[in-house]
């Protein structure tokens, strides 16, 4: 008798065991095309891996950054998986708020991560994080356009070029703008162009004394260009159109140029989603005459582990295979080489087939290999960063900028006036956060 | 006896709500006035330690924060005057008879059952963008420039946007009240010979006292705290063009993670707040009275 | 001929009132109307007819699954109203039946504890959540769904109550009913229909509100709010799923707030008529 419970015990136990081994895991997405791609694959990963659950929380950029900050911050603990920014990657990391990624398998091959990528997510020579897509800038223009106006888009095109042709392209009566730009506020959206636009300019967000560098020459050429391109060239509207707006008015064939996120290039070429998918072509992000700069964008959409977290194992399972090279031809096989999630992996950029059925790819992998976060301008600057400065401080200081030069596009403020007030908000806040002493 | 008996009767009746309250409010403005005077970024633990006044100081010195008291005011005002102005045209319009009654008031109400961001991405994509919005599209119709809402009128584009929200609010309010007023003393009016604004100034005006400051007390609650509208739409811009209290604190708590920064920010809407409910509690509490 | 005019007038009014109701509800018609249409349809200009497509529903449930959502904003919204509505009955009852000195000063300090901002407790609140556990659970949104709407509720009943006659109670009390009794089969009855509005007014404000229940939810207790966080602004054209999401967000206390508006109207007063 006693055996039997024993037995029938022992039995529940272990069942409960079980049990307890088949885990669920949270994982907070953004809510863009390839992160959704991801979740309508996921079988792949459950078939392999029975004993894991998925459980998604896809939210819109901002809402997202917010909820993981919060989250990981505070020590939550709701996200087993979390999908962050390079910006956040060496920021958390450095308060041992990551988990190193060290057991993503023996195949994963760490060594075919682009290394610019790979450096970005890493702290001292450990990977916190994995690369999920990843994006440089480039200029996208409409071929079609460019011929007919008398236009050859240099190999190296500078402002000057990008100026002159915007313009003349600019067809207001077929509602043609020359040029697309990024002019909604946010430290992602006007910010990361303007910024990555300054640096081509030579210009930088601090000295080395953390000194902000709105009074220089550099910004005050940078915000004029810029804004001048954008009356006279660009989009009505054009202060409250971010990536998502710029990239509908691309595919609509209303913008003669477009500098942007590379990823943008496979949407813009998707004869399914855009009436001028045969008629775009590529090139590196323009520089200012004599600057050997071409403004050192580079972002990547990365899946972290919470330092702590009860179920390291599978989350770094399911990070590996979202991030390996299997996922890639799983897309491949399911959705076409156009459509992978670029920019993680060298090999993808040997892959015969990728290199056939995405005409960006040598383009984006110029841009990607070109941009150097360690060295953002050419002048010496005390942060890494590109199109961003990876301080704690940049969100909202890159936010509150964003938000005065956006009044410029709009046309109720000057050059003179917005750079003063962010010189002024940049000196208050950096003194308060104790980098100006 | 009975009366005593009634009387702590009454008081343990009100006691859960009110403890409730109590500490629904007491606890964590004791936890925001504590991290008040902390140094405490979120996103930098490291650097934990006693501020003073420093928070303070520093949230009311920010450039945006008077222009962002003078736009919450002028969405508190702004929306006010339109709903109850245009409350009252539209429940002087629902109190006539007209045919499909039932219907046209189903239709004026729905905007209340709207959720604040969907809202504001309704207005933002469908209604006033300045490419694809309907307004653009009219504008384009008649041969005009569309207007880019947001640049051109972002604190206007806003106010519009809640006044919709909160418009059947106000009429429904306004109607009911519109609705018990006297059928003879009507009448009786009609018989004087007063015209309809005599009767509307004399008559309707003073029985709907009552119901606009009510109408003003609520909404005005709530106007205080909008955010989510701005968030969705203009992020605060252009400029300062659309920061209010509310979005000041967002930004310095949500982007900045300035724990310190935003809860003296709270510390301070929650006393202006205040003052604006004692001001309101004078000249509204009057009226409910009689 | 009074007859004439007053059927005339009744024409133009009814024109007018007409025009006016629908250039209200149109935000909301145009974005039910543009969920049917395809993307490129649905940027292609002003038009009123849809080609009728589902595709935009087909893709938005693929995307993210919408009945656990919807689920989750009916117990929460409904949850915290009961709740509400149990502890608010018997405080403004006894503020409108036996008002004290301070009956007032109580009332308003209730309705500002409204006025403070939420997101300046943010970090506070979510620290006190995750150290009781209730951080993404529908108790923990439906705890704070009643504390957020509680002032409100006291306050809208408390002032339906009190239009409610004292000799009422009075006849009761020389009839010898107890006040058990007396709240029960005297004022119960005629306190029913500002107890309905109340309830309906409140399940509309916990149906939206959407800054709590989006920063305290994760996966488990996401409501609908946090349904339509995941399709603002993504990559793409967006705006027929946007708008399909945004119909699926608002459609059920769209619904609902129809069928029950005669309920709502009657008791919302707010102390409004005399």
Same mark, same amino acid.
């Given at each position: 008798?006693?055996?039997?419970?024993?037995?029938?015990?022992?039995?529940?136990?272990?069942?409960?065991?079980?049990?307890?081994?088949?885990?669920?895991?949270?994982?907070?997405?953004?809510?863009?095309?390839?992160?959704?791609?991801?979740?309508?694959?996921?079988?792949?990963?459950?078939?392999?891996?029975?004993?894991?659950?998925?459980?998604?929380?896809?939210?819109?950029?901002?809402?997202?950054?917010?909820?993981?900050?919060?989250?990981?911050?505070?020590?939550?603990?709701?996200?087993?998986?979390?999908?962050?920014?390079?910006?956040?990657?060496?920021?958390?990391?450095?308060?041992?708020?990551?988990?190193?990624?060290?057991?993503?398998?023996?195949?994963?091959?760490?060594?075919?991560?682009?290394?610019?990528?790979?450096?970005?997510?890493?702290?001292?020579?450990?990977?916190?994080?994995?690369?999920?897509?990843?994006?440089?800038?480039?200029?996208?223009?409409?071929?079609?356009?460019?011929?007919?106006?008398?236009?050859?888009?240099?190999?190296?095109?500078?402002?000057?070029?990008?100026?002159?042709?915007?313009?003349?392209?600019?067809?207001?009566?077929?509602?043609?703008?020359?040029?697309?730009?990024?002019?909604?506020?946010?430290?992602?959206?006007?910010?990361?162009?303007?910024?990555?636009?300054?640096?081509?300019?030579?210009?930088?967000?601090?000295?080395?004394?953390?000194?902000?560098?709105?009074?220089?020459?550099?910004?005050?050429?940078?915000?004029?260009?810029?804004?001048?391109?954008?009356?006279?060239?660009?989009?009505?509207?054009?202060?409250?159109?971010?990536?998502?707006?710029?990239?509908?008015?691309?595919?609509?064939?209303?913008?003669?140029?477009?500098?942007?996120?590379?990823?943008?290039?496979?949407?813009?070429?998707?004869?399914?989603?855009?009436?001028?998918?045969?008629?775009?072509?590529?090139?590196?992000?323009?520089?200012?005459?004599?600057?050997?700069?071409?403004?050192?964008?580079?972002?990547?959409?990365?899946?972290?582990?919470?330092?702590?977290?009860?179920?390291?194992?599978?989350?770094?399972?399911?990070?590996?295979?979202?991030?390996?090279?299997?996922?890639?031809?799983?897309?491949?096989?399911?959705?076409?080489?156009?459509?992978?999630?670029?920019?993680?992996?060298?090999?993808?950029?040997?892959?015969?087939?990728?290199?056939?059925?995405?005409?960006?790819?040598?383009?984006?992998?110029?841009?990607?290999?070109?941009?150097?976060?360690?060295?953002?301008?050419?002048?010496?600057?005390?942060?890494?960063?590109?199109?961003?400065?990876?301080?704690?401080?940049?969100?909202?200081?890159?936010?509150?900028?964003?938000?005065?030069?956006?009044?410029?596009?709009?046309?109720?403020?000057?050059?003179?006036?917005?750079?003063?007030?962010?010189?002024?908000?940049?000196?208050?806040?950096?003194?308060?956060?104790?980098?100006?002493? | 006896?009975?009366?005593?008996?009634?009387?702590?009767?009454?008081?343990?009746?009100?006691?859960?709500?009110?403890?409730?309250?109590?500490?629904?409010?007491?606890?964590?403005?004791?936890?925001?006035?504590?991290?008040?005077?902390?140094?405490?970024?979120?996103?930098?633990?490291?650097?934990?330690?006693?501020?003073?006044?420093?928070?303070?100081?520093?949230?009311?010195?920010?450039?945006?924060?008077?222009?962002?008291?003078?736009?919450?005011?002028?969405?508190?005002?702004?929306?006010?005057?339109?709903?109850?102005?245009?409350?009252?045209?539209?429940?002087?319009?629902?109190?006539?008879?007209?045919?499909?009654?039932?219907?046209?008031?189903?239709?004026?109400?729905?905007?209340?059952?709207?959720?604040?961001?969907?809202?504001?991405?309704?207005?933002?994509?469908?209604?006033?963008?300045?490419?694809?919005?309907?307004?653009?599209?009219?504008?384009?119709?008649?041969?005009?420039?569309?207007?880019?809402?947001?640049?051109?009128?972002?604190?206007?584009?806003?106010?519009?946007?809640?006044?919709?929200?909160?418009?059947?609010?106000?009429?429904?309010?306004?109607?009911?009240?519109?609705?018990?007023?006297?059928?003879?003393?009507?009448?009786?009016?009609?018989m004087d010979g007063a015209n309809f604004f005599n009767r509307f100034r004399y008559l309707t005006l003073p029985h709907l006292a009552r119901a606009i400051t009510v109408v003003i007390l609520i909404q005005t609650i709530f106007l205080l705290a909008v955010y989510a509208e701005i968030l969705v739409t203009t992020n605060g811009g252009p400029g300062y063009a659309t920061t209010n209290l509310a979005f000041l604190i967002y930004r310095t708590a949500l982007l900045s993670y300035d724990i310190g920064g935003a809860s003296a920010g709270g510390v301070i809407a929650v006393v202006l707040a205040n003052i604006v409910a004692i001001f309101l509690m004078r000249a509204v509490g009057r009226n409910l009275e009689r | 001929m009074a007859r004439a005019i007053s059927t005339r007038r009744k024409t133009v009014t009814t024109v007018v009132a007409w025009l006016v109701a629908l250039i209200i509800f149109f935000p909301i018609l145009y974005t039910i109307i543009t969920s049917f249409k395809t993307e490129p349809e649905a940027i292609a200009g002003i038009s009123l007819i849809p080609s009728g497509t589902f595709e935009n529903y087909i893709e938005v449930q693929a995307q993210r699954d919408y009945f656990r959502p919807f689920l989750n904003s009916v117990v929460i919204s409904l949850g915290s109203t009961l709740i509400a509505l149990l502890i608010?009955?018997?405080?403004?009852?006894?503020?409108?039946?036996?008002?004290?000195?301070?009956?007032?000063?109580?009332?308003?300090?209730?309705?500002?504890?409204?006025?403070?901002?939420?997101?300046?407790?943010?970090?506070?609140?979510?620290?006190?959540?995750?150290?009781?556990?209730?951080?993404?659970?529908?108790?923990?949104?439906?705890?704070?769904?009643?504390?957020?709407?509680?002032?409100?509720?006291?306050?809208?009943?408390?002032?339906?109550?009190?239009?409610?006659?004292?000799?009422?109670?009075?006849?009761?009390?020389?009839? /010898?009913?107890?006040?058990? +009794?007396?709240? #029960?089969?005297? @004022? %119960?009855?005629? !306190? &029913?229909?500002?107890?309905?509005?109340?309830?309906?007014?409140?399940?509309?404000?916990?149906?939206?509100?959407?800054?709590?229940?989006?920063?305290?939810?994760?996966?488990?207790?996401?409501?609908?709010?946090?349904?339509?966080?995941?399709?603002?602004?993504?990559?793409?054209?967006?705006?027929?799923?946007?708008?399909?999401?945004?119909?699926?967000?608002?459609?059920?206390?769209?619904?609902? /707030?129809?069928?029950?508006? +005669?309920?709502? #109207?009657?008791? @919302? %007063?707010?102390? !409004? &008529?005399?």
């Amino acid at each position: 008798m006693k055996l039997t419970t024993l037995l029938i015990g022992l039995c529940s136990a272990s069942a409960l065991a079980f049990a307890a081994h088949a885990e669920t895991l949270t994982i907070a997405t953004v809510n863009n095309g390839d992160m959704i791609r991801m979740q309508k694959l996921t079988d792949d990963f459950t078939a392999k891996n029975p004993d894991i659950q998925l459980q998604w929380v896809t939210l819109e950029e901002n809402v997202l950054r917010e909820r993981v900050t919060t989250d990981i911050a505070t020590k939550g603990g709701q996200y087993d998986v979390m999908t962050i920014g390079n910006y956040e990657v060496p920021i958390w990391a450095k308060q041992g708020w990551l988990l190193e990624l060290n057991n993503l398998g023996a195949d994963y091959d760490v060594d075919d991560l682009l290394p610019a990528i790979r450096g970005g997510l890493s702290l001292d020579g450990k990977l916190f994080a994995a690369p999920f897509y990843g994006e440089s800038a480039m200029i996208m223009y409409r071929t079609d356009l460019f011929e007919k106006a008398g236009l050859k888009m240099p190999e190296k095109p500078t402002w000057e070029f990008i100026g002159e042709a915007a313009r003349k392209i600019t067809d207001r009566n077929a509602g043609i703008s020359g040029i697309c730009l990024r002019g909604k506020a946010g430290w992602g959206e006007n910010m990361a162009f303007l910024t990555a636009m300054d640096n081509s300019f030579g210009g930088r967000w601090f000295d080395e004394k953390w000194q902000p560098q709105f009074d220089q020459p550099e910004w005050k050429n940078t915000l004029q260009s810029y804004a001048e391109l954008l009356k006279d060239a660009g989009p009505s509207g054009a202060s409250s159109n971010g990536f998502n707006e710029n990239l509908t008015l691309f595919q609509q064939g209303k913008c003669g140029m477009w500098i942007d996120a590379t990823v943008a290039a496979s949407f813009v070429s998707n004869p399914k989603d855009s009436t001028v998918a045969d008629k775009v072509g590529y090139a590196i992000f323009p520089n200012k005459e004599g600057i050997n700069n071409h403004g050192n964008w580079l972002w990547s959409w990365n899946l972290g582990v919470p330092a702590g977290s009860q179920k390291a194992e599978a989350a770094q399972k399911f990070i590996a295979w979202a991030t390996s090279k299997h996922y890639t031809e799983l897309v491949a096989e399911k959705e076409g080489w156009a459509n992978v999630p670029p920019g993680t992996r060298t090999s993808l950029y040997k892959n015969e087939n990728y290199e056939k059925a995405a005409p960006f790819a040598a383009p984006t992998l110029e841009a990607m290999n070109a941009a150097d976060i360690t060295k953002p301008s050419v002048k010496p600057v005390p942060y890494t960063g590109g199109q961003f400065v990876a301080i704690p401080e940049f969100q909202g200081l890159g936010t509150t900028v964003g938000q005065l030069f956006s009044a410029v596009v709009a046309g109720q403020m000057s050059v003179d006036d917005a750079l003063a007030q962010a010189q002024q908000v940049s000196v208050r806040e950096m003194t308060r956060a104790g980098y100006i002493k | 006896m009975a009366t005593r008996q009634t009387r702590s009767l009454a008081r343990l009746m009100l006691a859960p709500s009110v403890v409730l309250l109590l500490i629904w409010m007491i606890v964590p403005l004791a936890m925001t006035l504590w991290y008040s005077f902390q140094n405490y970024n979120l996103l930098n633990p490291v650097m934990r330690s006693f501020a003073g006044f420093d928070n303070y100081r520093y949230f009311y010195t920010d450039p945006a924060f008077f222009e962002s008291i003078a736009n919450t005011l002028a969405i508190v005002v702004g929306v006010l005057l339109i709903t109850v102005i245009g409350g009252i045209l539209l429940a002087l319009l629902l109190d006539q008879p007209i045919f499909g009654q039932g219907i046209v008031r189903i239709l004026v109400i729905s905007p209340f059952f709207v959720m604040p961001p969907v809202a504001a991405l309704i207005w933002k994509n469908m209604i006033m963008h300045p490419g694809y919005g309907v307004l653009a599209d009219v504008a384009r119709s008649l041969g005009l420039q569309p207007v880019d809402w947001f640049a051109q009128y972002p604190l206007l584009s806003i106010v519009i946007i809640v006044s919709w929200q909160w418009l059947p609010f106000a009429t429904l309010i306004l109607l009911t009240a519109l609705q018990s007023l006297d059928e003879e003393q009507k009448e009786a009016a009609e018989m004087d010979g007063a015209n309809f604004f005599n009767r509307f100034r004399y008559l309707t005006l003073p029985h709907l006292a009552r119901a606009i400051t009510v109408v003003i007390l609520i909404q005005t609650i709530f106007l205080l705290a909008v955010y989510a509208e701005i968030l969705v739409t203009t992020n605060g811009g252009p400029g300062y063009a659309t920061t209010n209290l509310a979005f000041l604190i967002y930004r310095t708590a949500l982007l900045s993670y300035d724990i310190g920064g935003a809860s003296a920010g709270g510390v301070i809407a929650v006393v202006l707040a205040n003052i604006v409910a004692i001001f309101l509690m004078r000249a509204v509490g009057r009226n409910l009275e009689r | 001929m009074a007859r004439a005019i007053s059927t005339r007038r009744k024409t133009v009014t009814t024109v007018v009132a007409w025009l006016v109701a629908l250039i209200i509800f149109f935000p909301i018609l145009y974005t039910i109307i543009t969920s049917f249409k395809t993307e490129p349809e649905a940027i292609a200009g002003i038009s009123l007819i849809p080609s009728g497509t589902f595709e935009n529903y087909i893709e938005v449930q693929a995307q993210r699954d919408y009945f656990r959502p919807f689920l989750n904003s009916v117990v929460i919204s409904l949850g915290s109203t009961l709740i509400a509505l149990l502890i608010s009955v018997p405080a403004a009852w006894s503020m409108a039946f036996s008002p004290a000195r301070r009956t007032k000063d109580i009332l308003m300090w209730m309705l500002s504890t409204k006025m403070m901002p939420a997101v300046g407790v943010l970090v506070p609140m979510y620290l006190i959540f995750r150290d009781t556990g209730l951080l993404d659970t529908r108790t923990g949104l439906t705890i704070v769904l009643t504390l957020v709407n509680l002032p409100i509720v006291v306050w809208m009943l408390y002032t339906y109550f009190r239009e409610i006659p004292g000799e009422i109670l009075e006849a009761a009390r020389m009839d /010898g009913a107890s006040t058990l +009794k007396e709240i #029960v089969y005297v @004022l %119960t009855p005629m !306190a &029913v229909p500002g107890i309905a509005s109340t309830m309906l007014l409140n399940i509309i404000l916990a149906w939206n509100e959407s800054f709590w229940t989006i920063r305290l939810s994760a996966a488990n207790a996401a409501p609908l709010t946090a349904f339509i966080a995941s399709f603002s602004s993504p990559q793409g054209l967006f705006w027929a799923k946007l708008s399909a999401a945004s119909t699926l967000a608002i459609a059920p206390i769209l619904i609902m /707030g129809w069928f029950s508006q +005669k309920q709502l #109207v009657r008791g @919302l %007063t707010f102390g !409004a &008529v005399k």
